[in-house]
Structures are given as C-alpha cells and as structure tokens.
C-alpha cells in the first residue's frame, strides 16, 4: 500500500533553513504528482507546493505565503520529494505533511517545524 515518511523537521532561529524529505514506498512513484502540505495549530492543512509527475519537465507550484523562500524537488531514483525552506518565519510553523496524487487520501505521520528565538 502507498506509505508516506516525512523527515527532517526540527526548531530553526527566523531566518534559518530547513530541508525536508518524504519517502514514498507502494507504488509507481515518477508518474505521479507529489505535494507538500501543513497544518498550525488551530488552523487547516494548506497546500505549501507541487511537483508535477514525471523525468522532465516538471513544473512547480508554490503558496504565494512560501514564494522565493521555499523550493520543491524530487528525485524519482530514490522514490523523494523534498521541500528546502529557507528564510523561515514563525508563521511557517506547523507540521508538515508530503502527500501524492497517486492516493490523496493517504497521510504520513508528518514532521515538525518550529521557527522560534
């Protein structure tokens, strides 16, 4: 079945920079878009990016909140995506989620990010 394994999160200054990782098993993993989400508490899980399916040509997508700070990629040898967030703000905090248009209803455990002085 499609699992999904967040890492890489942890307690970064504002300003600092953090790479996060999913790993995806269970299924055919390039031709399918992948995604990163979050949710702070006490508010809705938002989509944070998407990369298109695919070997080539993969376009992007990003929050207008994450635009110029955050970058999405993935590398369909290792079954990856990632999301390298830099210049972080509190408001970025919240845990983050990969998700896959293979199985949508399908959720990792998710990895936490915490932007604090």
């Known amino acids: 079945q499609v699992q999904l394994v967040e890492s890489g999160g942890g307690l970064v200054q504002p300003g600092g920079s953090l790479k996060l990782s999913c790993a995806a098993s269970g299924f055919s993993f390039s031709p399918y878009t992948m995604s990163w989400f979050r949710q702070a508490p006490g508010k809705e899980r938002e989509l944070v990016a998407r990369i298109d399916g695919g070997w080539t040509g993969r376009g992007t997508m990003y929050a207008d909140s994450v635009k110029g700070r955050f970058t999405i990629s993935r590398d369909n040898a290792k079954n990856t995506v990632f999301l390298q967030m830099n210049s972080l703000r509190p408001e970025d905090t919240a845990v983050y989620y990969c998700?896959?248009?293979?199985?949508?209803?399908?959720w990792g455990q998710g990895t936490q990010v915490t932007v604090s002085s």
């Open positions: 998700n896959t248009g293979r199985a949508p209803n399908v």
